[in-house]
């Protein structure tokens, strides 16, 4: 058995307050918009998933959870990971290779740049900088995620919300 990750990068985040934390600036209105319209094309693609962990900041977990309401994913279900804020590519390498075996295909919200080197680490490319609330469907031709590593993955599929379809 196949495994799938969808890396998605949180939706647009507001930059308004220079109160709040980092770690607690909520999404701005594109990021509300985006979110559940990325959420629209997942579901259009017929992609399942076993689990859906995000990092806890308040842009990630909340585009996590707009996001699944559209595929109809329990939110509450969501798996809120400390390790995926901020992290690297290797912290994100760790997260992934600790996951359960049982779960084949699993989304994993996070932040720039870790996300991105880590998309382009996975697939051995250069070819990914993700914009806000992108998504990278990638395969793993293993059993087994701490099998997981560099260049061991294939692109499946790639969105992001200024992604828009030829018209025709």
């Not at 701005?28 to 579901?43: D, I, Q, T, V, Y």
């Not at 017929?46 to 308040?58: G, H, Q, T, Y």
């Amino acid at each position: 058995m196949k495994k799938q990750l969808l890396l998605i990068r949180h939706a647009k985040s507001e930059w308004g307050s220079l109160a709040l934390k980092d770690f607690d600036r909520p999404l701005n209105a594109r990021g509300f918009s985006n979110a559940p319209e990325m959420g629209k094309r997942w579901l259009q693609k017929n992609i399942f998933i076993d689990a859906f962990v995000s990092s806890p900041a308040m842009r990630a977990i909340t585009t996590a959870k707009l996001i699944a309401i559209e595929i109809a994913f329990d939110t509450e279900k969501i798996i809120k990971n400390p390790s995926v804020y901020h992290a690297t590519q290797q912290q994100l390498l760790s997260v992934v290779n600790k996951f359960d075996n049982n779960f084949n295909s699993i989304a994993l919200v996070g932040h720039n740049p870790g996300l991105s080197e880590f998309a382009n680490y996975l697939t051995n490319s250069d070819n990914y900088n993700l914009p806000t609330c992108a998504m990278v469907l990638i395969t793993f031709d293993t059993d087994n995620w701490d099998e997981v590593s560099g260049g061991t993955g294939e692109v499946s599929w790639v969105d992001y919300p200024k992604n828009t379809p030829e018209l025709g």
